[in-house]
């Protein structure tokens, strides 16, 4: 193992779970029994590990895959493993592709940017009417508010003056200029125009 213990160890919790699911409740593990399962644990890893990269390293590939894996299994005589692993491995499958499907829901809803925002305020403002009591906020009442005014032709240069919406007082402060996307975000004084 490595000069320094914890470069390279398993969750102690997650080990004292497998163990007492292996004894049952009638029997405990010492600690140092349980270090000792760890330790081996981790030279196992290590060694299938070491294997594989090897394996990966002889077919030229960057990564290690799964089939250096089970190669790697299979030639280090741990033959019996590979079910198990191949079972594994075709529930992560299964779990990482149910995972990107949701990541790319925002992407497949049909919705424009612009629509997508008006939804974002509106979630906002309902979610601080939830926490305070119905009190209007500037968002809030920009449900009403036509957003279509507020956002600028994106086509305008970011250095040329854009259009003013608002009336200039001492009290409210001006809109926002988001000069990334050339969007205004209105301030409490274009909604009560």
């Known amino acids: 193992m490595s000069s320094n213990a914890d470069d390279f160890t398993l969750p102690k919790a997650t080990i004292q779970k497998l163990i007492k699911e292996h004894l049952g409740d009638s029997i405990r593990c010492a600690t140092d029994t349980r270090d000792l399962i760890v330790e081996c644990c981790v030279e196992f890893v290590q060694m299938i590990a070491a294997e594989a990269n090897t394996i990966c390293e002889q077919q030229e590939r960057k990564t290690i895959a799964g089939e250096h894996v089970i190669e790697a299994l299979q030639k280090l005589g741990y033959g019996e493993y590979i079910q198990s ?21 925002l992407k497949n809803s049909g919705k424009t940017q612009e629509e997508l925002i008006s ?48 009336q200039a007082t001492p009290m409210i402060p001006p809109p926002l200029y988001n000069a990334v996307r050339g969007e205004v975000i209105p301030s409490a004084s274009t909604l009560l125009e």
């Not at 692993?85 to 829901?105: L, M, P, Y």
């Open 85 to 105: 692993v191949n079972e594994a491995h075709a529930q992560f499958k299964t779990e990482s592709a149910r995972h990107s499907k949701h990541s790319d829901k």
């Open 119 to 166: 939804e974002q305020h509106k979630l906002i403002a309902e979610s601080r009417a939830r926490q305070y009591g119905n009190v209007q906020t500037p968002t809030t009442a920009m449900s009403g508010f036509n957003t279509a005014n507020a956002f600028p032709n994106s086509s305008t240069p970011i250095g040329q003056p854009q259009q003013q919406y608002y």
